[in-house]
């Protein structure tokens, strides 16, 4: 059967949404341009050449529209358009600024998981539906940061924004000077002539303003890169380090006020009623009013409010869900069955045939665990009936817009977000309750600032937290060989539920239960991936790898159970199951790096491997831990990732390790618990990640460039940590480690 048979066998709906959609609107509207908004914002003598570049006298700013969540973007995407532009680093100033929420800043890349087709595969059907699916979320207007798809969506765009901008500036220099534009280069943020003169672009750009874009223009050779691919310093380095940066939670302005709330903690529970009196008299309360699902209080300071609210008696109505966290389970575990079939997802060969009465079988679970960022949820909103204006952290600044525009009964246009560094995400800031909250506040008091501020507890309580998963797993060997996998995987939607919040509807087929598991990097001679849907139960959102950090852990896992039922080395066997030249470099980069000479390299001692595809991303894992009378030890990691180009060394180094450092920490930490409908876990003490300093190690990275398609780093470091540490703690103890989080079976030091 061919490719586009099977696909349509499978029914897979979201292609097919894709492709109607797009003889639906016309190839007219997928090539039209959306508008750029700052043409609406330009001022006499600005130049402002497409929606990332905008020069006058007084300087240079560049439009990073990716939100900053802690992992650097601002300065990838203000260095690829300084690359064609030519500003070096250092050597001129610039802004780099998110701009205004725009349907021109959509993110096409984020397409490219939508699709049913392996990354490896780019035959004319898959990058079709790629392409495709691209084309429906420019139309869409899709802005969003997510999915490691920053530097993958920006990579081409943004320097062709730069070189586009150059060649203007090129044009303006030749009209005014006289000199033809081949006798023209450009260097340090000025155009030079031939005989050395320098004019710069602040000066060139009243100039360029009356110029029309030079769209045709060329990218630079990768021999001319004087910044991608080179260590660069970040552009929020310095303030971060001397605390001079300033987050959302830092701003200040004139007349503002304070709010906190106290929310159902049965999420999406009603408030039934509240008693208020004992807030009433407290000191700096302003103003009590109900909000959704909640009461919150304004007052002159954050702390204030904080006593105030907590001081307020509530009644609250049932969760819209199980109340324990047993009856979750059992949802789950009652999930595998025909009805609940969301997709075969894999079917190579004939598993079913090849499992034979004999296989080896396992049961894998992942808890739900919270994003818990460092910098608590907060929002300043102000409205007024002319206008509302929105300062706070967010992934989808577009959806906020919507949001705060039906809150408030503005037209969209009014409604003004701006968008502020934040102090990390993980997904936490794909929604919006601070901000939709805020706004219901402001509402009520025209023409006050107010600032809400989540305390921690109240982040906890109303986190949207990953998925709960589990998988059963059947294998079978032969002659020291891995011969047939079969996995099944039953998971609530975490797409459903969060863009349900977004008031989008996700058809088809969930492509983030299986994420990690469909897609292993390997040939299999018998593997077959069955997802099962499970009904929704607790609200859910993207958490960092989203369903990888949990399917990527069971199909690895288990695999690992049937290489030491083969007998086989763990990573030989991977090796040779490896099923292209780039997943194999990897495998062999990581080997390389770790010196592996298998899975006990001493007594006491144990190295585990894990090599799994997230994001179009393979990569590989070797952690090593070690039995001490305090408990188990990691001791080192090693890590080889081919993500096409490494743009910043540094950045992709850290990205790397942070995404280890997540990974592994919350597998051996972390899980949130319901019971009577609310989450069990308040704060750090109880969800832990790797948070304590002595149980972080040394981490070596290698990024390879193989692949041929620029890919990002945030994500893929997190799928494989949790099962090279349960891989290395059964090397070295003989435990089987099959539910996260570990601590719950073992004793780490």
């Known amino acids: 059967m061919s490719r586009i048979a099977t696909i349509a066998r499978r029914g897979f709906l979201i292609g097919s949404v894709g492709l109607a959609g797009g003889v639906a609107f016309g190839t007219w509207l997928v090539r039209k341009t959306p508008a750029n908004p700052l043409d609406a914002t330009s001022k006499p003598g600005q130049a402002v050449f497409n929606p990332w570049v905008k020069i006058d006298a007084n300087g240079i700013t560049l439009i990073a529209p990716h939100a900053d969540v802690g992992q650097g973007v601002r300065s990838v995407q203000a260095a690829l358009i300084a690359e064609e532009l030519d500003l070096d680093w250092g050597q001129f100033d610039f802004v780099a600024d998110p701009g205004a929420p725009s349907a021109a800043y959509y993110n096409s890349a984020l397409a490219e998981e939508q699709v049913p087709f392996l990354s490896t595969d780019e035959s004319f059907p898959a990058e079709a539906m790629r392409s495709t699916m691209g084309a429906l979320f420019k139309v869409m207007g899709v802005q969003m940061t997510g999915g490691s798809s920053t530097v993958t969506d920006s990579f081409v765009k943004l320097r062709h924004a730069g070189a586009v901008a150059r060649e203007t500036l090129k044009r303006a220099a030749s009209q005014q000077s006289g000199v033809p534009v081949d006798q023209l280069r450009t260097d340090k943020g000025a155009v030079v002539l031939p005989d050395g003169k320098r004019l710069p672009y602040t000066e060139l750009a009243a100039s360029a303003a009356s110029e029309k874009p030079v769209q045709q223009v060329a990218l630079r050779d990768p021999s001319q890169w004087r910044l ?7 552009l929020d380095m310095a303030p971060k380090s001397t605390g001079a940066l300033r987050y959302g939670i830092d701003l200040r302005m004139d007349g503002m006020l304070h709010a906190a709330v106290k929310v159902n903690p049965r999420q999406g529970g009603a408030l039934v009623g509240f008693d208020a009196k004992a807030a009433e008299g407290l000191r700096g309360v302003k103003k009590i009013m109900p909000v959704a699902g909640g009461v919150a209080v304004v007052a002159d300071n954050t702390w204030r409010a904080f006593r105030a609210v907590n001081a307020i008696t509530c009644e609250w109505g049932p969760a819209p869900y199980p109340a324990e966290q047993a009856e979750h389970w059992k949802a789950v575990a009652d999930s595998f069955t025909t009805e609940r079939l969301d997709k075969v997802w894999r079917n190579d060969g004939d598993a079913e045939s090849a499992l034979g009465s004999d296989a080896v079988s396992a049961e894998y679970r992942a808890p739900y665990v919270a994003h818990a960022p460092m910098e608590p949820l907060s929002a300043i909103v102000r409205y007024t009936p002319e206008q509302a204006d929105v300062w706070s952290g967010s992934q989808v600044p577009r959806f906020v817009q919507e949001k705060v525009a039906k809150i408030t009964g503005l037209d969209t246009k009014l409604v003004h977000v701006h968008n502020q560094y934040c102090g990390g995400s993980f997904g936490h800031r794909l929604e919006s309750e601070q901000i939709t909250l805020a706004a219901e506040i402001a509402r009520q008091m025209p023409g006050v600032p107010i600032k809400l501020t989540f305390s921690r507890e109240e982040d906890f309580a109303h986190d949207f937290p990953r998925q709960i998963t589990m998988a059963r797993g059947r294998g079978a060997v032969a002659n020291g060989q891995v011969q047939a996998m079969a996995l099944d995987i039953a998971s609530v939607s975490s797409s459903a539920s969060q863009m349900g919040r977004l008031g989008q509807k996700v058809p088809g087929p969930d492509g983030q239960i299986p994420a990690g598991a469909w897609n292993l990097p390997y040939a299999l001679p018998h593997y077959r991936m069955r997802a099962y849907r499970v009904p929704e139960l607790a609200p859910t959102s993207s958490w960092r790898s989203v369903g990888a950090s949990s399917a990527g852990f069971f199909a690895d896992g288990f695999l690992d159970e049937l290489i030491h039922a083969a007998g086989a080395d763990p990573l030989q066997e991977r090796l040779r199951l490896a099923n292209g030249p780039v997943a194999r470099k990897v495998l062999e980069a990581v080997a390389e790096m770790s010196d592996w000479k298998g899975a006990r390299p ?37 890590v080889a990732l081919d993500v096409g180009k490494v743009v910043d060394p540094v950045n992709f180094d850290n990205q790397v390790k942070g995404g280890v450092v997540w990974g592994l920490g919350h597998a051996m930490n972390a899980e949130i618990t319901y019971a009577d409908g609310k989450a069990q876990q308040s704060n750090f003490h109880e969800h832990m990640g790797m948070r304590r300093f002595d149980q972080c190690t040394e981490i070596f990275v290698r990024g390879l460039e193989n692949g041929h398609k620029i890919r990002g780093a945030g994500e893929p470091p997190v799928p494989p940590a949790p099962a090279a540490l349960a891989n290395a703690i059964f090397a070295a103890t003989g435990v089987r480690l099959r539910e996260m989080p570990f601590a719950r079976q073992v004793a780490f030091a």
Request: aromatic share 6%.
């Open 228 to 234: 991608i691919g080179k260590p660069m310093p970040r």
């Open 602 to 638: 001493g007594e006491g001692r144990g190295r585990g491997v894990a090599f799994i595809e997230s994001f179009g991303v393979p990569c590989a894992e070797v952690v090593e831990v070690a039995q001490t009378p305090q408990g188990l030890r990691v001791d080192k990691v090693w």
